[in-house]
């Protein structure tokens, strides 16, 4: 028996870590259930045919299809899940149909979607099939006779008088009605009627199960033929779809702010070349003139530094460089103008965690963590992201500690990012990039990173001179004060 | 909302009441001689502080206020039927909120639901008839006033609908509906096999176990199987769901009927309060009268001008015994004039002048007569005062000094005023330096010219003559015997 085909495949045997979706924000820009997916890099073949549904999503009739697929797979969700929880016999049948037709328009638009990519085009020609076709129909014709049998339960009255009893609706009009529409013509204005649609209680249900017998038994028979109805077989594409259409309004997200995207070609060679790159995650914090940057690790320089000025963007370099990655290793388009990039198998960070440590203690849980990170690496074509890594010790050993790591990378052949305060890195033999200031307006962050040894300094005084605490304001300070005091 | 003040209601805005150009004017004091009761003068009061802004709304109230006084027994009959009204009203409001009080799952919801269907509908057939009972009161009268023409019309709109005998019918039907005896009510199932309604049927019509009236002659005697529904019998076991269920068919009844109600009152009641206004008016018609004061409805006139004959103060006039005690001035304002300045020596009658003036000019612009014998009034779109007021009143929690508290008055004059506007000035700015303060209210002054606000000033500051240039202002002064001239 066949098996049903799947948007989203992927054999990926080591999951990129939930962590480093918090380290670089990407949980703040995309779901939890696309995060999970994001977790699984599938492989240069899935690659391609997710790269190519991406493709077929830029057509907007296309894209709206896809979307009026998901919107009736909700719907088929929501009603199989209504039918399961009907309160009451006569609730099930009315909700029973709506659910196999429901069914019956998903099973439609799945043979339908042939248009749509290779990845649908396998799954609708699964739903093609003869024998399904032929099941819709009979489903149809069926539903239509389920219908009329409801139209004739669903119609009563109640009467209280002596004895309480339950009757085929008569041709009574209601006195609200009767009421409502003598108001309405002497010209009063009336209400819209109050939607309230409780359940029905049990014992109303059973009632009509015992008024309309033959009915109820013609139905049941009906909903007896459809007992095996595989109704998750349809459900399983809802987050699928979901997927694509999340990332792909994430794309359209960033366009209307002006960042441009790509599909980067898979290439077999390890590398990660791109230009003119985004970080993403900075459209969360709903920041203007997001500055782009070149990316460059390759065979002969896998791994780099980074330093230079605080809040120069070395943070965001890193998020750029991670989270393309991720979006590229899931098929997914990237933020950049264009992009080659080698399918790696496994990705992490290391970021300093938020706890308060003592020091020794912070070190500890720190040189424990690298050390996963580094055995987990090792034999895979890992990409890694160590930030400020080994600062909570003195600078002496966080710089041996740093070496020794580097040293282990570097055995691994592993890529990786390092960013880091620790200017003495320029004399290791690794390349290094530094985060671009202009020294002629005032120490401006330009937010470029650029392959340089860079400079010696953090330019922490802009920071202190921009909240007042630099040596001049404070000095002014103590001059205001001394005043004050005489 | 039917209105008797206003003839296109929902144009008029309520402006926040401003007590003090009543103040200001004495209005307060003088219509305490007319009526006692202070929530009447109160609203009046807010009435006369809103200056209507079009000829049409002054000559609208002016025609009701003449059928009101000059018909006999109207206005008496009118707010006799008007007060029984309100009280219905009043009372539709307290069983309101007893209606809120149900308690669904009591068992006796169900009769307290048929208790409010009851209510309601008494309520209701009263207001109905209420309506009926002003057109047949209005159509017993000769009406001229497009007002009380208008308001008959409304009624009868309703009362000669052809629905309206079987709308009072169905609430007569309702009056003595008893949830005792059966009740019926019909279930429809939506597309999930919800209840998508669940509504009372009158179950007198409800004939379940076969028809009688074809049972006659020898058929009484023959089981009539065919005639006879099949049935289910219910296990009342979920007696809360049915009591509720039931409730809330009854209360649906129940709530359309006050729904209704709330219209009819909604668009009638507001009248209860407005007769207030012309209660006021017509006593204040009456104390003219009866102290022989000559007054008259003042003309609107289209090309700006105002001019009065013999203009007496109404509060004077109420003070007095006779008005002949109170000195009468003219005033003629062409429509080229920006502003008046009246100079005199204190106690020579310019602030009773202004008064005067200030007074007949709201009293008209709210289509009430005027103390003069003749009036010819340009509608202005507001009226300010600012009134130098006594010392006293700068004490209590007013840090500010007098001067610093009159420019405040001002700035907020300026900020509030409306082009066209109509503003009296009495003595101001004469706590500070005179020529300052000349010179502050000339280009205060100069600023509403340039607006298209006209204004009279009652002043000390003589140095202000000096400043102004042709044509920007009319100078009047004070004579012997408290003549303006």
Redesign the interface.
Known sequence: MKTTPLLLKSDCKTEIPRQMFTDINLDKLISEASVKILQSPCGKDEILLRQEFFTVLNNSEKYASVEKCLKILIEEERLFK?WNN?E?E??????RK?ALEAYVRSEKILSAMTDCGKLFFDISTYFSSPERISKVFEIEEDMKKAEDL?RQ?????????G????????D?????????E??K???????EKKE?????????S???V??YPSQINELKSIFEKYSETKFKEHLIYIPQIQFFLEIFELVKKAERNGITHCLPTVCSERKYIAKETYDIALLAKNCKNIIPNDIEFTEQEPFCFLIGANGGGKTSYLRTVAINLILFLSGCPIFAKEAEIFPFEFATTHFPKDERFDESGRLDEELKRAGEIVKTAENKDSFLFFNETFSGTDEKRGLDLLEEICEKINKNRNFGLYVTHFHQVTQFDFPVLSAQIDESDENKRTYKIKKSKGTASSYASDILKKYGLDKNSLLERIKNNDKSTI | MISLLYNNPSAHRSTEKQSRLIYHLSIDRSFAKICSDINKTDYFFSVLSSPLKEKEEIEFRKEILCDLNETENLFTEFCSLYRHFNELHEFHKSAKKNNYRINFSNESSIKEAGNNIQTNAITLKKALLFIKGFCELLSKYEIRSCGLQKFKEECKKIYENENFDRLIKLCGKYEYMSTMTALAFRLVLDENGRMDEYSFIDPNKLNLFGNEEKQKGFFRFKKTEENKIKTEPLNPIERDFYNNAATDALSDIAKTLEYISNQIFEKFSEVYTELTFYEIAINYIKTLKNKSIPYCFADISENGEIKIKELRDLYLLMTKNSPFDVVSNDLEMSDKTKGIVVFGNNGSGKTVFLRSIATMQLLSQAGLPVTAKEAEISIFSDIFTQFSEAEKEFCEGNDAGRFEQEVREMADIVENIKDGSLVFLNETFQSTAYAEGAEGLYYLLKYFSERGIRWILVSHLTQIKDLFSDGEAVILKTAPGYKII
């Open positions: 209504a009907a009451t006569t609730e099930s049948y009315f909700l709506q409801l339960i669903s119609k009563s009255v109640i009467s209280f008088s004895q309480t009893v339950i009757a085929p609706d008569t009574i009009r209601s006195e609200i009605d009767i009421l409502s003598t108001a013509k002497v010209g009063f204005f009336l209400p309230l649609k409780p359940h029905l209680p049990k014992s109303i059973n009632a009509l015992n008024l």
